[in-house]
């Protein structure tokens, strides 16, 4: 029999630079909804912490619902029967911290309480369990249901998303040029940590992104956040399966 071997954890490319921290998870995405609402950014900004810069696109900041499911989820190089599946739910903005653009959690809903423990600890991230059901339809869409468990959150009511949705075009990549691009090219998250910031990565190919047919039936996400009301339609697009890497977060200097 051979032994295991346990592949190299390497520095993969992010935002155009080789990254500054090892990246030692891999997983893979699937069955995936990009769903951005525009928000009044006057709005939105005493939302995020003043360490970073809320950023905005042709004067809108934008608000983002991603539900998705997450397989082979580990420790880079161990065998995939240690490896967990599970869905997710992230609501989410776009910012900056001293010019490098990134992505702010507001809220992770995961569908294991093992995991949702563990990288709430790890990360300093609002991570929450979540009852979740995802499947699909006798119309070939996706059925994503997420539920938070209570006394998982302050607000009132169980946060909610209940969703189908289904590819509806052809595949493609975002011209860097785009709105679909700047939405979904960012590669860094932050998380504030005292009187510090906390950043992490993530690495993968450019998103197969297709146009999106979507019925929202529940969505309760941006009131249970206290976050504001989107101010037009949200912009939608279904990714399919993407592996990715990513880091483990590290503080930022001053």
Do not use: C, K
């Amino acid at each position: 029999m051979n032994a295991h071997r346990t592949a190299p954890v390497r520095r993969p490319v992010v935002d155009g630079a080789s990254s500054t921290a090892p990246h030692i998870t891999s997983m893979t995405w699937r069955d995936g909804l990009f769903t951005h609402w525009p928000v009044d950014p006057d709005a939105l900004r005493p939302h995020v912490p003043g360490q970073l810069t809320l950023e905005t696109r042709d004067g809108r900041a934008w608000l983002s619902v991603l539900p998705f499911v997450l397989t082979n989820v580990g420790l880079r190089g161990i065998p995939s029967i240690t490896r967990l599946a599970f869905g997710e739910l992230n609501v989410r903005t776009d910012v900056r911290h001293r010019g490098h653009p990134g992505l702010f959690f507001f809220s992770i809903d995961v569908g294991n309480s093992f995991v949702a423990a563990t990288v709430g600890r790890a990360a300093r991230l609002p991570v929450y369990r979540a009852r979740m059901r995802i499947g699909a339809t006798e119309a070939n869409h996706v059925a994503f249901h997420s539920e938070r468990q209570a006394g998982e959150t302050a607000h009132d009511g169980l946060p909610r998303f209940d969703a189908t949705y289904r590819p509806d075009g052809e595949v493609f990549t975002a011209d860097p040029s785009t709105l679909t691009h700047w939405l979904t090219a960012r590669r860094r998250f932050y998380a504030p940590d005292a009187d510090t910031v906390l950043t992490g990565e993530i690495a993968h190919d450019p998103w197969p992104l297709q146009p999106a047919t979507v019925t929202i039936h529940e969505n309760t996400m941006r009131s249970a956040n206290g976050l504001p009301t989107p101010t037009g339609d949200p912009l939608v697009h279904y990714a399919d399966e993407l592996s990715m890497t990513g880091s483990v977060p590290r503080r930022l200097e001053h």
